[in-house]
């Protein structure tokens, strides 16, 4: 799941920030206030069209000045005027500004533009602030800066950021996206220097309970006070419910009182968003990361599989909690999790999800702040048994003298499981970056720069040149790289020249593509993703047949049989989709096998919210079962607080470095500016490392092994330590010697001979 930007070629920008401003906490900020377009400082010139069209113009339509529009319906939001890109045959006209000279490199700038459509109809469109940029190389790239869902009824703000890393010959910025015959409104537009906000302090709780559960009367001792009904269903209490906690509620409490046995149900259901819900504002502290855990049934009358879902209205705003798909009339777990990060004035969760007419039963609803330390001391016991492995030094002389009693010193140097960053192009130009790449990883993988609508944005017109700078880098440096990815199920992210071929061409272009980049990368990628995200989407099957998937997996291993095929996809681990269930994941497995499909690897992309390490652990244990081997291919985790980011980003790690099915992770980028996912970044866009980034280099130190002491008798120095490369020092009082050993992962102690 990530953000992509087709692209002609490559020029050295970074977007920080993409959306709608609305409520999110951005990274930058503006460096004045007040209304839209007003000081001096701003890039853009007349930017509410106050001195009418005058350094504006139309990109490849007409552009008009209006006071009002629509016999006096609409008016500017602010000021006296605004403009209209009109005439409109491309989704790529609108209205544009040369901006060439005045944005100075390596600075944030925040951009803001007012905007709406004007369409005969009430649809909708999206609308996109795109930055056009050429080198003096001639080089050129179209980056979208922000863009969102705009109707023709209400001003919108669009805001995003960018950062230039040189200088470029051409620089361009303008509105596009609706339909051919959209005109395209624009009130105002700003490019302003964005200032860093401070950083944030560590949250502090002082009465978190850690394991209490904040629901009352989750037992039903007293029927159902504390409860009720949203909507108007009616409650009551049943019996014969599970008298076990969920397993993984289970996991994360140890000890526990068994469950009453009583379960709530809901009769007179006539929405699927009725059911019984509880008021909990005043329970909840800020930044603290609740679990949610309950049993939950349906009654007779569904036709189709059900969805149940423990949901969190936090003024207004809805919240996943956590839910599950079913059609029979078993209990069944649902798991999530939440985090509140500003103060709420109202919170109600509540169970909905089946269908009108079909009862609803909830037992043991558990929410319950998560201690995660207690569970870090269990993971590293684990980690110990899967990571390490005994070690036996033997040393000898060929001369009669002893070893015996003589100093050891044991460095290790660095640890073989495969950490790993998502790169750029763009960060190439970046030294800072590239230090730090080298330092700290030993995989990549490319964002985009290997996808399909990278390589060939065209028909016949292919871009590898990115590709094959960004190869050449890791190369240089002994990393280890990832394909990602062949192709993409998700209908937007494949390109427009592929969208409209019929069965017969998408069938010749799609064997193309695979003969075309196997061939030209034969044994240079380890790993490819083959086709992204086929949970969530079904491009290629609608068009193609059910077994276009399972022959994608075979051509591409015919072309090259040196690299493991992947499935990859989201919200795996985190009980927050039923689209992407582990069980759904483990059946879509089977059956490309079934075809004959050599899947090799299980990639779950890991970009979490909120995550709870029994709740990772137990998708892993899941799809562990089939033998394949499970990496995480594109982690992030955001918080606009770092400290809490920190702590996120330890709660994946260690569950994936303590689980034996995990043999690699990899970050979906680590540098701010150089990330798709906003507050996601472990170093700072000034290069320096946050809370998260120290923590993250704290792990992989605490994951190095290190011993010292004398050989024994039997001229042997023993220790137990991670699979890697370590150093080793004799001193005796005569002599000094260095050399270098590997400890692969093994079960029987490994016995390192050492000839003095």
Same mark, same amino acid.
């Given at each position: 799941?990530?953000?992509?930007?087709?692209?002609?070629?490559?020029?050295?920008?970074?977007?920080?920030?993409?959306?709608?401003?609305?409520?999110?906490?951005?990274?930058?900020?503006?460096?004045?206030?007040?209304?839209?377009?007003?000081?001096?400082?701003?890039?853009?010139?007349?930017?509410?069209?106050?001195?009418?069209?005058?350094?504006?113009? $139309?990109?490849?339509?007409?552009?008009?000045?209006?006071?009002?529009?629509? /016999?006096?319906?609409?008016?500017?939001?602010?000021?006296?005027?605004?403009?209209?890109?009109?005439?409109?045959?491309?989704?790529?006209?609108?209205?544009?500004?040369?901006?060439?000279?005045?944005?100075?490199?390596?600075?944030?700038?925040?951009?803001?533009?007012?905007?709406?459509?004007?369409?005969?109809?009430?649809?909708?469109?999206?609308?996109?602030?795109?930055?056009?940029?050429?080198?003096?190389?001639?080089?050129?790239?179209?980056?979208?800066?922000?863009?969102?869902?705009?109707?023709?009824?209400?001003?919108?703000?669009?805001?995003?950021?960018?950062?230039?890393?040189?200088?470029?010959?051409?620089?361009?910025?303008?509105?596009?996206?609706?339909?051919?015959?959209?005109?395209?409104?624009?009130?105002?537009?700003?490019?302003?220097?964005?200032?860093?906000?401070?950083?944030?302090?560590?949250?502090?709780?002082?009465?978190?309970?850690?394991?209490?559960?904040?629901?009352?009367?989750?037992?039903?001792?007293?029927?159902?006070?504390?409860?009720?009904?949203?909507?108007?269903?009616?409650?009551?209490?049943?019996?014969?419910?599970?008298?076990?906690?969920?397993?993984?509620?289970?996991?994360?409490?140890?000890?526990?009182?068994?469950?009453?046995?009583?379960?709530?149900?809901?009769?007179?259901?006539?929405?699927?968003?009725?059911?019984?819900?509880?008021?909990?504002?005043?329970?909840?502290?800020?930044?603290?990361?609740?679990?949610?855990?309950?049993?939950?049934?349906?009654?007779?009358?569904?036709?189709?599989?059900? +969805?149940?879902?423990?949901?969190?209205?936090?003024?207004?705003?809805?919240?996943?909690?956590?839910?599950?798909?079913?059609?029979?009339?078993?209990?069944?777990?649902?798991?999530?999790?939440?985090?509140?990060?500003?103060?709420?004035?109202?919170?109600?969760?509540?169970?909905? $999800?089946?269908?009108?007419?079909? /009862?609803?039963?909830?037992?043991?609803?558990? +929410?319950?702040?998560?201690?995660?330390?207690?569970?870090?001391?269990?993971?590293?016991?684990?980690?110990?048994?899967?990571?390490?492995?005994?070690?036996?030094?033997?040393?000898?002389?060929?001369?009669?003298?002893?070893?015996?009693?003589?100093?050891?010193?044991?460095?290790?140097?660095?640890?073989?499981?495969?950490?790993?960053?998502?790169?750029?192009?763009?960060?190439?130009?970046?030294?800072?970056?590239?230090?730090?790449?080298?330092?700290?990883?030993?995989?990549?993988?490319?964002?985009?720069?290997?996808?399909?609508?990278?390589?060939?944005?065209?028909?016949?017109?292919?871009?590898?040149?990115?590709?094959?700078?960004?190869?050449?880098?890791?190369?240089?440096?002994?990393?280890?790289?990832?394909?990602?990815?062949?192709?993409?199920?998700?209908?937007?992210?494949?390109?427009?020249?592929?969208?409209?071929?019929?069965?017969?061409?998408?069938?010749?272009?799609?064997?193309?593509?695979?003969?075309?980049?196997?061939?030209?990368?034969?044994?240079?990628?380890?790993?490819?993703?083959?086709?992204?995200?086929?949970?969530?989407?079904?491009?290629?099957?609608?068009?193609?047949?059910?077994?276009?998937?399972?022959?994608?997996?075979?051509?591409?291993?015919?072309? /090259?049989?040196?690299?493991?095929?992947?499935?990859?996809?989201?919200?795996?681990?985190?009980?927050?989709?039923?689209? =992407?269930?582990?069980?759904?994941?483990?059946?879509?497995?089977?059956?490309?096998?079934?075809?004959?499909?050599?899947?090799?690897?299980?990639?779950?992309?890991?970009?979490? $919210?909120?995550?709870?390490?029994?709740?990772?652990?137990?998708?892993? /244990?899941?799809?562990?079962?089939?033998?394949?081997?499970?990496?995480?291919?594109?982690?992030?985790?955001?918080?606009?607080?770092?400290?809490?980011?920190?702590?996120?980003?330890?709660?994946?790690?260690?569950?994936?470095?303590?689980?034996?099915?995990?043999?690699?992770?990899?970050?979906?980028?680590?540098?701010?500016?150089?990330?798709?996912?906003?507050?996601?970044?472990?170093?700072?866009?000034?290069?320096?490392?946050?809370?998260?980034?120290?923590?993250?280099?704290?792990?992989?130190?605490?994951?190095?092994?290190?011993?010292?002491?004398?050989?024994?008798?039997?001229?042997?120095?023993?220790?137990?330590?991670?699979?890697?490369?370590?150093?080793?020092?004799?001193? =005796?009082?005569?002599?000094?010697?260095?050399?270098?050993?590997?400890?692969?992962?093994?079960?029987?102690?490994?016995?390192?001979?050492?000839?003095?």
């Amino acid at each position: 799941m990530e953000i992509h930007f087709s692209s002609l070629a490559l020029v050295s920008v970074v977007i920080l920030h993409l959306g709608l401003s609305a409520e999110s906490i951005p990274v930058y900020q503006a460096t004045t206030t007040g209304p839209v377009g007003a000081g001096d400082d701003n890039v853009i010139l007349n930017p509410r069209f106050e001195d009418g069209l005058n350094n504006w113009s $139309g990109k490849g339509c007409k552009i008009e000045l209006h006071k009002s529009m629509e /016999d006096g319906k609409v008016f500017p939001q602010s000021g006296k005027f605004f403009a209209s890109a009109t005439n409109r045959t491309e989704n790529w006209n609108g209205i544009e500004q040369d901006i060439t000279g005045r944005v100075q490199r390596k600075v944030a700038y925040q951009v803001t533009a007012v905007v709406r459509i004007y369409v005969d109809n009430d649809t909708s469109a999206g609308v996109q602030i795109t930055l056009w940029l050429q080198e003096p190389d001639f080089r050129e790239q179209y980056i979208s800066i922000a863009n969102s869902q705009v109707t023709n009824k209400d001003w919108v703000q669009l805001q995003g950021e960018f950062l230039l890393n040189e200088t470029p010959s051409r620089l361009v910025i303008y509105l596009e996206g609706p339909s051919p015959g959209t005109d395209i409104l624009v009130n105002s537009l700003v490019v302003k220097r964005a200032e860093k906000i401070p950083a944030s302090a560590r949250p502090f709780s002082k009465n978190a309970t850690f394991g209490g559960n904040i629901i009352e009367n989750s037992n039903l001792d007293d029927g159902t006070t504390g409860w009720f009904p949203l909507g108007n269903c009616a409650l009551s209490v049943g019996t014969g419910s599970p008298h076990v906690l969920p397993p993984m509620a289970r996991d994360s409490l140890g000890t526990y009182e068994s469950l009453s046995g009583r379960y709530i149900i809901v009769t007179n259901r006539s929405d699927s968003w009725m059911g019984p819900a509880q008021l909990i504002t005043d329970k909840l502290e800020l930044y603290l990361t609740y679990q949610v855990s309950a049993w939950v049934r349906i009654g007779p009358g569904a036709t189709s599989p059900q +969805i149940v879902n423990v949901a969190l209205g936090v003024d207004g705003q809805w919240i996943n909690g956590g839910e599950v798909e079913f059609n029979d009339d078993n209990w069944h777990e649902i798991g999530g999790s939440f985090r509140i990060e500003k103060q709420p004035s109202n919170v109600v969760v509540y169970v909905q $999800g089946p269908a009108s007419g079909v /009862d609803l039963m909830v037992s043991g609803l558990q +929410i319950f702040p998560v201690n995660r330390q207690v569970r870090f001391k269990y993971l590293k016991k684990q980690t110990d048994k899967i990571r390490k492995r005994d070690i036996i030094l033997k040393f000898s002389r060929s001369e009669s003298s002893n070893t015996a009693g003589n100093s050891v010193r044991v460095r290790q140097i660095k640890n073989s499981f495969p950490l790993g960053s998502c790169v750029t192009r763009t960060s190439m130009d970046n030294e800072k970056f590239v230090k730090f790449l080298v330092k700290s990883f030993n995989w990549a993988v490319f964002e985009n720069e290997l996808k399909w609508s990278w390589t060939e944005p065209q028909e016949g017109k292919f871009n590898y040149r990115d590709a094959d700078e960004l190869l050449d880098l890791c190369k240089s440096y002994n990393i280890e790289v990832r394909g990602h990815c062949i192709f993409w199920e998700m209908e937007y992210a494949i390109q427009s020249w592929v969208r409209s071929l019929n069965a017969s061409g998408l069938m010749t272009a799609v064997q193309n593509r695979l003969t075309d980049l196997l061939t030209r990368y034969k044994g240079q990628f380890r790993h490819y993703d083959v086709n992204n995200e086929m949970l969530h989407g079904s491009f290629y099957p609608d068009r193609l047949g059910k077994d276009i998937r399972a022959n994608m997996f075979k051509t591409s291993h015919e072309l /090259d049989p040196y690299a493991t095929l992947f499935v990859n996809d989201y919200h795996i681990e985190d009980g927050s989709d039923i689209r =992407s269930t582990p069980e759904k994941y483990i059946q879509q497995i089977l059956d490309l096998q079934k075809q004959g499909a050599p899947v090799g690897g299980i990639g779950i992309q890991g970009h979490i $919210g909120v995550p709870v390490g029994p709740i990772i652990c137990s998708a892993l /244990d899941k799809l562990g079962t089939l033998g394949i081997p499970i990496w995480f291919t594109e982690l992030d985790v955001s918080c606009p607080n770092e400290f809490v980011r920190a702590d996120d980003l330890e709660v994946v790690l260690r569950e994936a470095f303590a689980h034996p099915a995990v043999e690699g992770v990899i970050l979906w980028g680590f540098w701010e500016l150089y990330m798709s996912r906003k507050n996601a970044h472990l170093v700072n866009a000034d290069g320096k490392i946050n809370a998260a980034g120290k923590r993250f280099l704290s792990l992989k130190k605490e994951w190095l092994s290190h011993a010292s002491g004398h050989i024994d008798e039997l001229g042997e120095f023993r220790f137990r330590g991670f699979h890697g490369t370590y150093s080793v020092e004799f001193v =005796s009082i005569t002599e000094k010697v260095n050399m270098t050993f590997v400890v692969e992962q093994g079960e029987s102690p490994l016995v390192v001979s050492i000839d003095l």
